[in-house]
């Protein structure tokens, strides 16, 4: 099948598979291992998964949504446990990198670093950064898709967001005993999505996880070896295409280009800029508060049309993100509106777009993280007070002096040479234990 330009082909589900009746269609040894470790995985809740799947018999409920459930998309968790569980941990017992065990003294790795080819675009832009973080230590890295050869892959591999990768096209050919056994998932959806869901399986049987969320890597932490690592950002952004201004946004609006570019502080001839996809919540904080952003010079794009498949060339979407960047780049402000309820740290909007580009970010307030403190690298505030927030920022100059101060310590926390270090050596560190 062919969309956008792009060939889709049709590969074997999962549920197409041999089943086995022990381990269920993914039928793999590893299988024991998963089951296991969802058994100790907080999020996911025995007997509610009982309640609301009756037809599963006698079968434990982490056996059968290991090996049929997820596959099935049955629900596992409600948001009501899921806010519970996230909500009950301290912030002193998230993983540090050195929980994860002793560091090997000058050893160089080459470390395989795949991401699907059929994914969002800015999935790509983190495995970048993963990389960049990798070689700057001093390690060899191979990229590398769901098309590359499977036996040709290094020792050490790390998977960008497994929920497509795995998942998409020939990703499913991937999923195998000897890959997953030395594999490190590299995760990045939100614990509410059908996606975390589905690919938790395949998560729980890899070697080890990092996870974006801090308190997702905790919980992960306490079933399997874990942590929390962001990717690196290099001093030398990635060239813009050199036919954005063309993009049907930025047509016409070429006089953004006498504004700073990347100077904290500079003249900025965007106000505040926001780009995410659609949601009921989004939908409602910007209809509230439409008058007071027309005041101002915005770029906002609710992404609506394809909001439920990924951002790439199959959508027409693959320059979105440069376009995003161009806006941060540009703006004084960079906002950020959670997606739902959860208030999960965006790192690749909030600091791949804002901090790296010396936007000062304003959001909500979101879930601790490892390397930026609200209201020191970005500026925080409720909902129903963000517009007062941005206001402030934007007309006072108190709130001005504060918002150059938090820009100039959200970039140099962006390109702190010690936390690139200690982050890479984290990532050795995972990828070994």
Known sequence: MRRGGVVFRSLPKFGRRRVNAERGRLNLERSDIAIERLSRFRLFSPNDYRTWHKDIGAMPPAKHFIGYGAD??????????????????????????????????????????????????????????????LKSAGHTVIEGDENSEIEARPEHCIYVAPHEFFLLGRGREWVRDD????????????????????????????????????????????????????????????????????????RGQRWWTTGVEGEAGGERPLDVSFFGTKSS??????????????????????????????????????????????????????????????????????????????????????????EFEPNVHYLAEESHHLMQLVEWVLNDRDGGEKADAVAGAALRAVHDPNSEAARARALVAILTA
């Open 72 to 133: 099935e998309r049955r629900k596992a968790a409600t948001p009501v446990h899921i806010a519970r569980i996230l909500g009950g941990l301290s912030n002193d017992a998230l993983p540090a990198a050195e929980t994860i065990g002793p560091e090997p003294a000058a050893r160089r790795l080459t470390v395989g670093i795949y991401v699907s080819s059929l994914g969002n675009t800015f999935l790509r832009e983190i495995a970048e950064g993963l990389q960049d973080l």
């Open 179 to 250: 890959v997953l056994a030395s594999a490190c998932m590299y995760c990045t959806e939100r614990a509410t999505t059908v996606s975390f869901w589905e690919s938790l399986p395949i998560v729980l049987m890899a070697n080890s996880v990092v996870d974006m969320s801090l308190p997702l890597a905790s919980l992960f932490s306490e079933a399997m070896p874990a942590a929390c690592i962001f990717p690196g950002v290099s001093k030398t952004p990635r060239p813009m295409s050199p036919d954005l201004l063309d993009h049907p946004l930025l």
């Open 281 to 370: 919540r989004r939908a409602r904080f910007l209809a509230r508060n439409a008058d007071r952003l027309s005041s101002y010079e915005t770029m906002i794009y609710l992404r609506t049309k394809n909001a439920l498949e990924p951002m790439n060339v199959s959508t027409g979407e693959d320059g979105l993100m440069d376009v995003a960047r161009y806006a941060a780049c540009h703006a004084r402000v960079l906002l950020n509106v959670h997606q739902d309820e959860f208030p999960y740290f965006e790192w690749h909007r909030l600091v791949y777009q804002g901090m790296a580009n010396s936007s000062v970010v304003v959001s909500e307030p979101c879930f601790a993280n490892p």
